[in-house]
């Protein structure tokens, strides 16, 4: 079975510093992983995606994250953050047949002027 | 637009009443996903459809649940005798086979 723990509920960061939202998960078969922002009363919104290849994958709004397998973890890093950027963030897995989707708890950031 | 669409956004009824959700996907994703996502909490998977096909059912899925997609493209979802903890935004996303799931804005069920 495949599981997502996001360790941070709340990440507070003040505007133009780096922030780390972290994901880690466990599964017994290879798997794909995600990270999605949700916007208040919206749908999730995909950030970014780990399928397979290089470890380091570039997403939209100038996000990036890094697939570390030994550490099983997946965290979401941005250098600097804007006040758009505070949202839900969540972490997904799923196992390579795409059947299900796993998700984290969330991470609200939220970015203080 | 050619994204996920789900009507209606809100919904408020009455305990014990039924309700529908429809879920219209990206036209050329045979997969649809529903989901549930209570406040403080990721998504929780209900159901999963490839093309007409349900696949896929969660325990969550009670036998007051039951989902649709009778042509493979909209699908709907239907709970009947609504109950408190039914409360809750309902998702709905669909993929192109395994890949990024794309979700719509959701349907906000509130039961009085």
């Known amino acids: 079975a495949q599981s997502v723990t996001q360790l941070d509920s709340q990440v507070p960061v003040f505007e133009e510093a780096p922030v780390e939202l972290r994901c880690n998960y466990s599964s017994s078969v290879s798997v794909y992983l995600f990270w999605y922002v949700q916007y208040p009363n919206q749908g999730l919104q995909l950030l970014l995606k780990?399928?397979?290849?290089?470890?380091l994958v570039k997403g939209i709004n100038g996000f990036e994250a890094e697939f570390n397998k030994s550490q099983t973890s997946f965290h979401l890093r941005k250098p600097s953050v804007h006040i758009s950027d505070t949202a839900e963030y969540f972490c997904?897995?799923?196992?390579?047949?795409?059947?299900?989707?796993?998700f984290g708890t969330g991470t609200s950031l939220t970015v203080i002027p | 637009d050619t994204g996920v669409s789900q009507n209606p956004r809100h919904k408020i009824t009455k305990r014990g009443q039924n309700v529908t959700f429809r879920c219209d996907p990206i036209s050329e994703h045979n997969r649809l996903y529903w989901y549930r996502q209570t406040l403080g909490q990721g998504p929780e998977f209900l159901t999963y459809f490839q093309n007409e096909a349900q696949l896929e059912k969660s325990r969550l899925l009670s036998d007051r649940f039951s989902a649709e997609r009778p042509k493979g493209s909209f699908s709907t979802l239907e709970i009947q005798r609504t109950e408190q903890g039914d409360s809750a935004m309902y998702l709905c996303a669909s993929s192109p086979g395994g890949g990024p799931q794309h979700f719509g804005d959701g349907t906000r069920l509130s039961i009085l």
């Open positions: 997904a897995v799923t196992p390579g047949s795409g059947n299900q989707f796993y």
């Open positions: 780990y399928l397979s290849g290089s470890t």
